[in-house]
């Protein structure tokens, strides 16, 4: 066979070379914007000053955060706020989406639509009109409230009531997504399943503990876990609602690692709250992935 | 994916039953339906408020009962707001951000995904494992350090800053390689003994067949860049170069800002656009978006 050898090897060397050109945009833009960024900021941590007056400062901004009444209180707010709205929303996500899945429930393309549709706002845009909608003095929450009779609330103006303003955006925010989410697991359950325990005379309540929570068990970990860090994550909200206020009631750690870094511009102590975040972030997620995920 | 097409092979009644029976198994998914119609008007409701308000004077715009139907005011909210930020050139400056950096993040991770999937080659499992990885670090470790190297590459308040970061999205890599992985070896190897180049397979073969998985993840890589906030909030500087999110915020933090019309009507402007595309892609957008969640 007289097979040209040179363009046969050429062939070879191109196909070797082939996946790591293929991969180059990804591995220089991730080494860049990623990686780098990932390791710096743990040095950062390390650091004090700013400018060009940075030194070492070995574990001081590590010191600092754990006496920084400021940070308490940012995480404080952030944990108040993801264990009532994460639980909150999920529960109300579930109960959508079993309403949703119902077999004779009309209309069913449109409920889905207007439920999801939510999740595609900007979440700045979400913050405007929900600070309208929550004024105090003129707002149409309170109008409403007042209409039938209760008493209007101070939304914004009152620690506890602004958080659970920010409760309130996230949950219309993002409930949607989860129904649908749901809604997508329930969709794969097979309908034998359900067949054969009504034959065995299992009620409704039954059939939703026994079959549909444990078949949903995968969807609801990763629901659960998302939606746990991106509580955990919480800055749009707040920063457009209230700006953290009113005295520091919805500051957040996000808002808290900002105003470090960009309004006071100590670098090295908003990188310490970035990798207190991360910490905070990944424990929890294990912890959730263990107590959920091993009960099989 | 078939969300829509599985929802409705779910839906129709049974059909095996005497009338009688039918019509009080129709009856039965009225209550359900009546809460999924409620809790849609509670979706729905705070954007049908902000259309109608964004066409009212100040003075409507927080009337009770609010005004239901659509206000002369339109035309001088538009105005106002364009004299105050330029709304063209914030809405161009979002169109451009948001559609290059989901153009060049979308071939990242075709090309990306492409070598995962279809080439075995030295570190690639080592590879897909770091890349992975970083999806538990929260960006906001990433924004000091970001901040910085935009700062030292002279970037600050320019395009690039704000596109550069997106383009590697580990997410999106993922989720190609998946879709990928799913795609017969024998249709690409059938270009190949054809005669086609490698770029003609991936152009000719890979990207037709994978269109419905690029559109998807397009979209949901469009609708995160277009709502982004914190980082361009940190990277942007001069009013000119503001995207809608930051050009919204800002208008709303201004204290001294009482003209609500011009607000709500740039609020309507960020979020109209995506409502439209929603609707009209309604099923791109819900894949795009549970990908993660079934396919995890």
Redesign the interface.
């Known amino acids: 066979m007289p097979a040209p050898p040179p363009s046969r090897r050429r062939a070879i060397l191109?196909r070797?070379a082939?996946?790591?050109l293929?991969?180059a945009?990804?591995?220089v833009?991730?080494g860049?914007?990623?990686?780098?960024?990932?390791v710096?900021?743990l040095l950062?941590s390390l650091t004090t000053g700013s400018g060009a007056n940075t030194r070492n400062a070995g574990l001081a901004n590590y010191r600092k955060l754990l006496d920084d009444p400021l940070f308490w209180t940012a995480l404080g707010n952030t944990a108040r706020i993801l264990v009532v709205q994460v639980p909150l929303m999920l529960a109300l996500a579930l109960g959508?989406s079993v309403?949703?899945?119902?077999?004779?429930?009309?209309?069913?393309?449109?409920?889905?639509?207007?439920?999801?549709?939510?999740?595609?706002?900007?979440?700045?845009?979400?913050?405007?009109?929900?600070?309208?909608?929550l004024?105090t003095d003129?707002?149409?929450v309170n109008?409403l409230l007042e209409?039938i009779g209760l008493s209007g609330v101070d939304w914004l103006g009152d620690g506890f009531w602004a958080r659970m303003a920010v409760v309130l955006v996230l949950t219309?925010h993002y409930t949607?997504?989860n129904a649908?989410?749901y809604?997508?697991?329930l969709?794969g359950i097979p309908k034998e399943l359900y067949e054969a325990a009504m034959v065995d005379g299992a009620g409704p309540l039954r059939r939703f503990f026994s079959i549909t929570l444990p078949a949903l068990r995968?969807?609801l970990l990763?629901?659960v876990v998302?939606s746990t860090?991106g509580t955990?994550?919480l800055?749009?909200e707040p920063?457009?609602l209230t700006?953290g206020g009113p005295d520091n009631a919805t500051l957040t750690v996000?808002m808290y690692?900002?105003d470090n870094?960009?309004r006071y511009f100590d670098?090295g102590y908003?990188?310490a709250?970035?990798?207190a975040?991360?910490l905070i972030?990944?424990v929890l997620?294990a912890v959730q992935m263990r107590l959920m995920g091993e009960r099989e | 994916m078939t969300l829509t097409t599985r929802a409705t092979r779910v839906a129709p009644p049974t059909t095996g039953t005497t009338a009688g029976k039918g019509l009080r198994a129709r009856l039965r998914g009225w209550p359900t339906t009546l809460i999924l119609a409620a809790v849609t008007g509670l979706s729905v409701a705070p954007f049908y408020w902000l259309v109608i308000s964004a066409t009212h004077s100040d003075a409507d715009i927080f009337s009770w009962p609010p005004k239901l139907l659509p206000g002369s005011h339109l035309g001088e909210n538009l105005s106002h707001l364009d004299a105050k930020i330029g709304i063209g050139r914030v809405l161009l400056n979002s169109l451009l951000v948001s559609g290059v950096q989901t153009i060049g993040a979308l071939v990242v991770a075709l090309l990306a995904g492409y070598a995962f999937a279809k080439f075995r080659f030295r570190g690639r499992t080592t590879l897909f494992v770091v890349l992975l990885s970083t999806l538990v670090v929260p960006d906001q470790v990433l924004l000091v350090p970001l901040f910085k190297m935009m700062m030292s590459f002279g970037l600050m308040d320019s395009y690039q800053a704000l596109i550069l970061p997106g383009l590697c999205v580990p997410f999106a890599i993922f989720l190609m390689r998946q879709a990928l992985a799913g795609m017969p070896d024998e249709l690409l190897d059938a270009a190949r003994v054809d005669g086609a180049g490698e770029l003609r397979v991936l152009f000719g073969v890979v990207v037709p067949v994978m269109r419905p998985v690029l559109a998807a993840l397009g979209i949901f890589l469009f609708l995160g860049s277009w709502n982004s906030f914190v980082w361009p909030l940190i990277a942007l500087r001069s009013p000119d170069m503001h995207t809608l999110p930051v050009a919204l915020a800002t208008l709303h933090g201004m204290k001294s800002n009482t003209d609500y019309g011009l607000i709500l009507a740039g609020t309507a402007l960020s979020t109209l656009p995506m409502m439209a595309l929603f609707l009209a892609l309604q099923r791109q957008f819900i894949s795009g978006l549970l990908a993660g969640a079934t396919k995890g």
């Open positions: 191109r070797k082939l996946p790591y293929l991969l945009p990804a591995l833009t991730f860049v914007f990623k990686a780098y960024p990932i710096s900021s950062l959508l309403a949703l899945h119902a077999a004779l429930v009309r209309f069913r393309t449109v409920w889905r639509l207007g439920i999801f549709m939510p999740s595609v706002t900007g979440l700045v845009a979400t913050g405007v009109v929900f600070a309208f909608l004024d003129r707002g149409a109008s209409a219309w949607g997504y649908v989410i809604l997508a697991g969709q995968p969807v990763f629901t998302l860090i955990l994550q800055f749009d920063y457009v700006r996000s690692l900002y870094g960009f670098f908003a990188s709250i970035a990798y975040l991360t972030v990944s997620g």
